[in-house]
C-alpha cells in the first residue's frame, strides 16, 4: 500500500513540475515510515508562480496558460490544484483584457494584435457552431 501511494505521489507531484517548467519549484515531499524502515511519500507539493507579469499582459497570458496546464497535469488533480487553476484562468482573462483594449487602441497592426484577431475570430467561429441546434434526424422503419 505504501509503495502504491509513494508512486501515485511521486508521478502527481513530477506532472506539475513537468507541466509548470520555470514556474514550477521542485516537489516537497511529506514522508512516513513503512514497516519495512523505509521512508514513503505520502503527500507532497509543487511551487508554481501565480503572479502576473508586471507591464506585460502578453508575457502574463502565456504563463498564465503554462500555470494553468501545470496545476491540472495530473491524472487526478487536487482540489489545491483546481484553485491554482481557477485563480490562472482570472489572471488570463484579465491579461486577455488588457491586450483586447491594447489592440482597440491602434495596437492591432503588430504581430500580437494580428495573432489575436484571427485566434478571436477562430473562436468566435467554434461557439457558432457550437450553439447551432443540431440538424433535426427523422428516422423511419419500413417493415
Not at 1 to 12: I, N
Not at 97 to 126: F, T
Amino acid at each position: 500500500m505504501l509503495v502504491e501511494r509513494d508512486l501515485e505521489v511521486r508521478k502527481h507531484e513530477q506532472a506539475h513540475q513537468a507541466a509548470g517548467g520555470e514556474h514550477a519549484g521542485s516537489p516537497a515531499y511529506e514522508y512516513a515510515d513503512g514497516p519495512d524502515g523505509k521512508r514513503y511519500a505520502s503527500g507532497g507539493e509543487v511551487a508554481i508562480d501565480i503572479a502576473a507579469v508586471h507591464g506585460d499582459p502578453a508575457a502574463t497570458l502565456a504563463k498564465m496558460q503554462q500555470v494553468r496546464a501545470a496545476a491540472l497535469a495530473p491524472v487526478e488533480p487536487s482540489s489545491q490544484g483546481l484553485s491554482v487553476a481557477r485563480s490562472a484562468t482570472v489572471k488570463e482573462a484579465q491579461a486577455r483584457k488588457e491586450l483586447m483594449a491594447a489592440g482597440s487602441e491602434g495596437q492591432s497592426n503588430s504581430p500580437l494584435g494580428i495573432y489575436m484577431d484571427k485566434r478571436n475570430q477562430v473562436i468566435a467561429h467554434h461557439y457558432q457552431q457550437a450553439a447551432r441546434p443540431a440538424p433535426r434526424q427523422s428516422f423511419s422503419l419500413d417493415i
